[in-house]
T-cell receptor, first 115, second 113 residues
Framework: GAGVSQSPSNKVTEKGKDVELRCDPISGHTALYWYRQSLGQGLEFLIY????????KSGLPSDRFSAERTGGSVSTLTIQRTQQEDSAVYLCASSLSSGRANIQYFGAGTRLSVL | AQTVTQSQPEMSVQEAETVTLSCTYD???????LFWYKQPPSRQMILVIR??????QNATENRFSVNFQKAAKSFSLKISDSQLGDAAMYFC??????????FGKGTKLTVNP
């Protein structure tokens, strides 16, 4: 597709359930990023992939959060045993490569609501 | 650690008028980029403009321009001839040696007809 695609657009889950959020980056983009946007914390970095490797996972808030990227393309963010504080919009971005100058292009995000 | 501060949670402007959104940042790095992103209700963050720290000339993109003051660590966005479609959340962001973008809390811009 032309842009970054994220699915689902919205997800409602019960506390304690696991969820998977998907990101399909722009074709040819080697770098991929996950951010979380919540009312209290604003926009926070979660993890960065270069190819299939994740050199920076420093933003993952707990070991309930994990992410993988396969084939240098699609990425999945998994949240295990969801808690109410996980409710947020999860944004994915991709860029042509890594480096200061590279522009990150964002998807429309997945709004996660944990009941 | 780098920080980005947007001191105006909300701003409003009349259609066709000019508005300036403020952003300050803190860093010890000398080589970095600054960005303004727009987030409409659709949630998709859209790049408005970017500025390289080493370039003294302020970036301009059509009706959008920045006032970059490196010594003061200030990076404001000026929107000229405001249009109804400019209404959105605007985020200032920093990118230095780390791959991550560091965002401010955002400014909600309302455009009044």
């Amino acid at each position: 597709g032309a842009g970054v695609s994220q699915s689902p657009s919205n997800k409602v889950t019960e506390k304690g359930k696991d969820v998977e959020l998907r990101c399909d980056p722009i074709s040819g983009h080697t770098a991929l990023y996950w951010y979380r946007q919540s009312l209290g914390q604003g926009l926070e970095f979660l993890i960065y992939f270069q190819g299939n490797s994740a050199p920076d996972k420093s933003g993952l808030p707990s070991d309930r959060f994990s992410a993988e990227r396969t084939g240098g393309s699609v990425s999945t963010l998994t949240i295990q045993r969801t808690q109410q504080e996980d409710s947020a919009v999860y944004l994915c971005a991709s860029s042509l490569s890594s480096g200061r100058a590279n522009i990150q292009y964002f998807g429309a995000g997945t709004r996660l609501s944990v009941l | 650690a780098q920080t980005v501060t947007q001191s105006q949670p909300e701003m409003s402007v009349q259609e066709a008028e000019t508005v300036t959104l403020s952003c300050t940042y803190d860093t010890s790095e000398s080589d970095y980029y600054l960005f303004w992103y727009k987030q409409p209700p659709s949630r998709q963050m859209i790049l408005v403009i970017r500025q390289e720290a080493y370039k003294q000339q302020n970036a301009t993109e059509n009706r959008f321009s920045v006032n970059f003051q490196k010594a003061a660590k200030s990076f404001s966005l000026k929107i000229s001839d405001s249009q109804l479609g400019d209404a959105a959340m605007y985020f200032c962001a920093y990118k230095g040696g780390s791959e991550k973008l560091v965002f401010g809390k955002g400014t909600k811009l309302t455009v009044n007809p």
